[in-house]
């Protein structure tokens, strides 16, 4: 019977240190299918509710046609400003924003409190190794 406690005691201090963790995501976009966008903006909402909102990072980067997420004339950006403020990072890839210069004249207006980075790939990998997980939808 005590060898059953203790082992039982072990696993709830394991799991309860695993949750005390901090969790680090990063969630790629790269497409403009807006089904796609809006599944990721779910999954990270839904890291949040699991982990709690101080106990998880989460970077969304967007490049490609995936940067549309993050323009103001996008539907979800309303929901992007709300998720800003509740401490999920949005990254802007500038390659794509140039390209989009280039292409037509002007960059796109992004929703504020975006980060724009150099390469959204290169992001990508950089915060995988500083051991985030990545997660593409």
């Known amino acids: 019977m005590k060898r059953i406690l203790f082992s039982i005691t072990i696993l709830i201090l394991l799991t309860l240190n695993a949750q005390a963790v901090n969790q680090k995501y990063v969630i790629q976009i ?19 509710k699991y982990y709690g909102i101080d106990n998880v990072d989460i970077e969304i980067v967007a490049y490609g046609p995936g940067l549309s997420i993050l323009t103001q004339s996008n539907k979800n950006s309303d929901r992007i400003e709300s998720m800003i403020m509740n401490n999920i990072t949005f ?4 390659n794509t924003m140039k390209a989009i210069k280039r292409k037509k004249g002007k960059f796109p207006t992004l929703v504020e409190g975006i980060n724009i ?16 997980s990545y997660i593409r939808p």
């Open 30 to 48: 790269s497409t403009d299918d807006i089904r796609t966008q809006k599944i990721v903006l779910n999954n990270a909402v839904n890291l949040q």
């Open 91 to 94: 990254s802007a890839c500038h």
């Open 117 to 132: 980075v150099t390469s959204g790939v290169v992001r990508i990998g950089n915060l995988q190794q500083q051991g985030y």
